[in-house]
């Protein structure tokens, strides 16, 4: 799916019963996107020279198995545009042993930082400022 990274639980990520705190799932969301991004051409300099800034709508978890302290996952990030303002990046972290651990679900947007709206064509408005969206594609 997409663009993947590797993580490794760290133990002070844990919670009091051992496993990873619910809030970690979306940090560990947020290492795959940026460094999607990154791997995309993004150049958040560039984007804050053009007034360009991609935001987060919504974002919904699914917990699927727990994580554990040492566990390792890799955290993919696969992007899906259609007509509208919105995009959504579908996200899976999965234990290097095929165990999928959580889906994470983001509606996200491409804010005219100048004039708070957001750009009609996401897609468009990432691509004017040089990210190839092709690298954040699902499959």
């Known amino acids: 799916m997409g663009f993947g990274t590797r993580i490794e639980v760290r133990g002070y990520e844990l919670d009091s019963l051992g496993h990873v705190n619910h809030a970690v799932y979306h940090q560990y ?4 996107r940026m460094k999607a991004f990154v791997a995309a051409g993004c150049e958040w300099d560039e984007l804050v020279r053009r007034r360009i800034g991609p935001v987060l709508l919504s974002t919904t978890v699914n917990f699927r198995s727990e994580l554990r302290g ?3 996952v890799d955290a993919s990030c696969a992007a899906k545009f259609g007509t509208g303002k919105t995009f959504t990046l579908e996200q899976e ?3 290097v042993d095929g165990t999928l651990s959580a889906e994470v679900y983001g509606v996200y947007g491409v804010m005219d930082l100048t004039a708070r709206k957001l750009f009609a064509d996401p897609r468009a408005a990432l691509a004017s400022a040089g990210v190839d969206v092709d690298v954040l594609l699902a499959g």
Do not use: S
């Open 29 to 32: 969301a947020e290492v795959a």
């Open 70 to 72: 040492g566990d390792v």
């Open 93 to 95: 972290i999965v234990k």
